[in-house]
């Protein structure tokens, strides 16, 4: 199959282009900054130097390059420092997730490409009641906090634009197995606290299985939503002691509520403390799928553990 990936030279994208090749796919890449054209054609593909906020260049790169199939990875977070107002933060990347989307559902519409899977996220969406592990047809919060909302609306615009059209939404995990991941370094300088009783859940995903799920969400029928997350959705209590411990930090600060509110806001409270997690069982049932590393326990021991070497991307500064 022809594939478009908008977002190729990415985290995920990055990830995902050798793994498409491998299958016997022929790949066309595309990027932003011009540095990284090399990077998208060491990977196996064919670079193409796209902004997805030019709907008319978005047009013209799918109906030249005629894909069968189009992935949208395209965000904007690289180098991003994540303020205590998470819209300010994300506000590149809800671009890229509503205008970005309805660019390259117009021109998969126009070229006749049927098949379309875009990058969609799960943790911190769904409804902060009931049980802990959410399924994809569980509410999502009907009240995100204050300094989210357009964040979380771009999210729902996203998944609601690609399956209107027949195609798949990913909702990932959170994203980890790159040696830049943004969460390292402030649990390496203890900056990242058990907030209150750390009861919010989180749940993860190593770039590679994120991957390997968006291959076979390429060959499925859509239009479907699938949590892309591992078996092990976790409290903050957990799982954040064992990543300090892998990367040889000291263990995190606890904080309570009302501190961590003053200092980090709403959202690190409610991420901390009333999160839920995803359910990864239809992804499986469905895809087919299957994790390499099932659990963030295997996974965060691999990519940053001493004792298995580190599995790099280029960071940032490489670029
Ligand atoms: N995805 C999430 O929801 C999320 C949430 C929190 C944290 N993170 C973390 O953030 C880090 C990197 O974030 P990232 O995946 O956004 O950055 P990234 O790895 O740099 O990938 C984003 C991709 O989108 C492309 N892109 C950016 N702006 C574009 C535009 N206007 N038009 C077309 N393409 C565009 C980039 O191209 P160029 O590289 O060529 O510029 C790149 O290919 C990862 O460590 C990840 O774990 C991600």
């Given at each position: 199959m022809r594939v478009f990936v908008a977002g190729a030279s990415g985290a995920i994208g990055s990830r995902l282009v050798p793994q498409l090749v491998e299958q016997g796919h022929e790949v066309i890449g595309t990027f932003?900054?011009?540095?990284?054209a090399d990077r998208v054609r060491t990977l196996g593909a064919e670079a193409i130097a796209l902004d997805l906020l030019d709907a008319r260049a978005v047009r013209n790169a799918v109906m030249e390059t005629r894909p069968e199939a189009i992935v949208h990875q395209a965000?904007?977070?690289?180098?991003?420092?994540?303020?205590?107002?998470l819209d300010r933060s994300f506000a590149p990347t809800n671009r890229l997730r509503t205008e970005g989307t309805d660019a390259l559902l117009a021109a998969a519409r126009e070229a006749g490409v049927s098949r379309f899977v875009a990058q969609s996220f799960a943790p911190f969406?769904?409804?902060?009641?009931?049980?802990p592990v959410k399924t994809e047809d569980d509410p999502l919060d009907?009240?995100?906090v204050a300094t989210a909302r357009e964040t979380n609306a771009a999210m729902r615009y996203l998944d609601q634009a690609v399956t209107d059209a027949g195609g798949i939404a990913l909702r990932y995990g959170g994203f980890y197995g790159a040696?830049?991941?943004?969460?390292?370094e402030p649990v390496r300088k203890r900056q990242f606290p058990i907030v209150g009783n750390g009861g919010g859940v989180s749940s993860f995903i190593h770039f590679d299985d994120a991957a390997r799920a968006t291959v076979l969400a390429l060959d499925h029928d859509g239009p479907g939503i699938y949590n892309?997350?591992?078996?092990e959705p976790a409290p903050v209590r957990d799982w954040l002691p064992v990543l300090a411990e892998v990367l040889g930090a000291k263990p995190p600060r606890h904080v309570p509520r009302w501190l961590a509110r003053l200092i980090a806001g709403e959202g690190a409270v409610m991420m901390g403390t009333e999160s839920r997690g995803a359910s990864n069982a239809k992804a499986k049932r469905e895809l087919g799928w299957s994790l390499r590393y099932p659990s963030w326990r295997q996974g965060f021991m691999a990519a940053y553990g001493s004792s298995v070497p580190t599995e790099r991307t280029p960071s940032t500064s490489d670029r």
């Open positions: 932003r900054s011009p540095r990284h965000t904007a977070l690289a180098d991003v420092r994540f303020s205590r107002n969406r769904y409804a902060r009641e009931g049980g009907p009240d995100p040696a830049n991941d943004g969460l390292l892309i997350v591992d078996d």
